[in-house]
């Protein structure tokens, strides 16, 4: 998800706008200007969704500086026979 997610999700509402406001069909039970607001209720659902998951991601990551510290570390906390007899 992402951009990707949040330019489909736009389109969509696009087209539920489109739907909703220029086509002027409907018949017995249907309106076309319903299945619009779905469309954009369901875009902006999908638009808020993929918003929270794309900023999320892009968080704060750890530089390769803390990686490489964080390894050499682990590494060099390697147990001792003195400590293991304590």
Request: neutral net charge; charged residues 15%.
């Amino acid at each position: 998800m992402g951009l990707p997610a949040m330019a489909f999700s736009a389109s969509f509402d696009v087209g539920g706008l489109i739907t909703y406001w220029v086509i002027e069909y409907h018949r017995t039970g249907f309106h076309v200007s319903s299945a619009g607001v779905t469309w954009l209720i369901l875009g902006a659902l999908a638009f808020v969704i993929s918003s929270i998951v794309h900023f999320r991601s892009r968080g704060p990551h750890e530089t390769s500086d803390e990686a490489i510290a964080r390894q050499t570390l682990a590494a060099t906390r390697k147990a001792s026979p003195a400590h293991e007899n304590a």
